[in-house]
């Protein structure tokens, strides 16, 4: 119903400024009643919206009988009042949890309120990109097409094979259903998925329900685990229990089974039996060439890039994985110009140990260390590496922790030199991006993603280190809606993207450089984050962080009030400038500024 009525109001708002009653809509409204049928005859089509379809029609049939001159006046009156209702509603039953309560007098103009009705843009029942279907062992089903999922953004995600990716829906997980109480939806979301684990992995791309997924990159399973602890955070220990110990059939028992549609007969495990299976099959490692390798799934990829690998070293505790010649991680742009004869190179193919997978990591076997001693919510305490031993959560936490700062950041002591190629080092006081890529001058490459790592697994580096390395971050990344995805001093730098170039150079044809400078819009709300925590571990800046993330949250209130969606962006160009290729409105931007309001009313 808020999607009906906000279509209208969008235009409503651009004619009220000047109170212009010529405007095309009221035009089309004074000339006849098509409008108000179409919208009537749209909310009567669903159940949950007929009954509020049938009240309106009925104002409506009163409202025809009008000098026609009238019509448009007590239109717009009538559709602003059912949108505030609506909004009023859905406020009302997505507020949830406390730290996002803090309601303004003026709520409807609230960046909270705008937030929070992206839950309702972005997540929804979509026939045409069904969940994996959930069968009980009880014997019930739920998801499949009749279950909401959650679109990566819209339009360019809104139906069919694309709207469905596992590493956007958890990222976006915590932020749109977690800390909006929408924790069914979250629930069967994370049990769907679970039940299409393959390889210990959850699939990068859903499609038909799991039928065609693609299970082609290493993060999605961290992200996955990630979104099931902040739920289990966030819910009383008998819910805990009750989701870990769910049981669920699988579409894919084993690795090389075809898909089988779930029944009474499919393989049955518990969500906590999935969790432990992929980090098991992480800590032994993972090797597989990807089903139907060639263009007929990728046209764009090379044979090398069909390959996936990911383990875990059991000296320093690191998830690594992948190849220069494919993308396993969010910054996935493959090159596909044969003019500029990029077609098959990834741009950021950040193969080795990404940076913000060993946060998500420590974060996980962290949590899982407290939680297993209590065997009835979980009955795993460690996961067996290679030549059989075996390694605890703590022992691996334990090791990340200690290796991490050592590895991964970069500063001017003679100690640390000695684990970094110092001529390659071009920025100090900063966490690589990546370490042991097959391109090592990447590795030291100053990105975002350790902002990532430092927002959700805090415990993990060095306070003062992560203090500086976000200065550094700060100043040189931080744009006004977003993040710069590469330093600009950076060779490869360019901050504009242009999706439709096809020339000769290989750095920008065919969007080459989506993420290699364009400022991402989500990664903004990890980088507040952050620098919230560490500023109150340490007592430094805290005001004035606290005053920088009010002027980012003012500046992205004006964006969603002059967005004709009412969305929060993907990604715009350099500094801010606006990118008519990106995703008008994404639900990592909506989530990421969610959790950043959160933490800042928690904290």
């Known amino acids: 119903m808020n999607n009906s009525a ?34 009537v005859n749209r909310l009567k089509l669903h159940s949950g919206t007929k009954q509020i379809g049938l009240w309106m029609g009925s104002v409506f049939v009163e409202m025809k009988k009008l000098p026609r001159y009238l019509i448009p006046a007590y239109f717009e009156c009538f559709v602003r009042l059912v949108y ?44 045409t990109a069904s969940l994996a279907p959930v069968l009980l062992e009880s014997g019930s089903t739920f998801a499949g097409e009749d279950a909401p999922s959650l679109s990566a953004g819209l339009p360019h995600f809104s ?6 990716w596992g590493r956007d829906t958890f990222i976006a997980l915590r932020g749109l259903l977690v800390l909006t109480n929408r924790l069914q939806e979250a629930r069967t979301i994370i049990l769907s998925y679970a039940s299409t684990m393959r390889h210990g992995l959850i699939p990068n791309l859903l499609g038909g329900g799991g039928e065609v997924a693609r299970y082609n990159c290493r993060d999605a399973f961290w992200w996955w685990l990630n979104s099931i602890r902040h739920l289990c955070l966030n819910s009383a220990p008998d819910e805990v229990k009750s989701l870990l ?38 800590a032994e490692g993972i090797s597989f060439r990807e089903r139907n390798a060639g263009p007929q799934i990728d046209s764009n990829m090379t044979s090398a890039g ?33 003019r500029a004869q990029n077609r098959g190179v990834p741009a950021t193919p950040r193969d080795g140990a990404s940076v913000e997978l060993q946060g998500l990591c420590y974060a996980c076997v962290s949590w899982l260390s407290q939680l297993s001693r209590d065997k009835n919510l979980y009955p795993f305490t460690s996961v067996k590496v290679k030549e059989s031993s075996e390694m605890t959560f703590e022992q691996w936490a334990n090791k990340l922790r200690a290796s991490f700062d050592n590895h991964f950041f970069i500063d001017a002591s003679s100690d640390n030199a000695r684990y970094h190629d110092v001529s390659l080092v071009n920025k100090k006081h900063i966490y690589k991006d990546t370490l042991g890529s097959q391109n090592p001058w990447t590795d030291y490459q100053l990105r975002p993603n350790y902002a990532l790592a430092i927002a959700e697994a805090p415990a993990l580096c060095k306070q003062e280190n992560a203090w500086k390395s976000l200065e550094v971050m700060h100043t040189n990344l931080l744009g006004p809606l977003g993040m710069k995805t590469l330093d600009p001093s950076d060779w490869k730098y360019n901050g504009v993207y242009d999706n439709d170039r096809d020339d000769n150079n290989c750095d920008l044809a065919k969007g080459f450089n989506y993420h290699n400078g364009p400022e991402w819009v989500w990664l903004a709300g990890f980088f507040f984050r952050a620098k919230l925590f560490v500023s109150k571990q340490r007592s430094l800046n805290v005001e004035e962080t606290k005053q920088a993330i009010a002027q980012h949250l003012a500046r992205l209130r004006e964006h969603v009030d002059s967005s004709p969606w009412r969305g929060v962006t993907e990604l715009t160009n350099q500094n801010g400038q606006f990118c008519p290729f990106s995703s008008p409105t994404q639900a990592w931007s909506f989530a990421t500024a969610l959790e950043l309001i959160h933490d800042l009313n928690v904290n």
């Not at 409503?12 to 409008?35: I, K, Q």
């Not at 509603?89 to 609230?110: C, N, P, Q, T």
């Not at 139906?159 to 469905?164: A, F, M, P, V």
Request: glycine residues 10%; proline residues 3%.
């Open 245 to 282: 110990q769910q049981k669920v059939a699988r579409i894919y028992p084993h690795d090389n089974s075809q898909y089988q549609p779930v029944s009474s007969s499919s393989v049955f495990n518990s969500l906590a039996e999935i969790m432990q299976e992929g980090l098991q099959r992480h």
């Open 6 to 39: 906000y279509g209208l109001k969008y235009v409503m708002d651009e004619a009220a400024p000047s109170d212009n009653l010529g405007h095309a809509l009221f035009e089309n409204v004074r000339n006849g009643d098509w409008l108000m049928d179409y919208t």
């Open 306 to 338: 069909f390959t996936v690998e990911v383990y875990v070293d059991p000296a320093t505790g690191f998830v690594i994985g992948g190849n220069k010649w494919n993308c396993g991680t969010w910054m996935d742009k493959m090159g596909s110009s044969d």
């Open 159 to 164: 139906e069919g094979i694309w709207r469905n």
């Open 84 to 127: 505030n209702q609506c909004v009023k509603h859905i406020v009302h039953k997505l507020k949830g949890i406390d730290s996002l309560a803090d309601w303004r007098e003026d709520m409807l103009g609230s960046l909270k309120t705008k937030l929070l009705l992206g839950s309702v843009q972005l997540v929804g029942v979509c026939k």
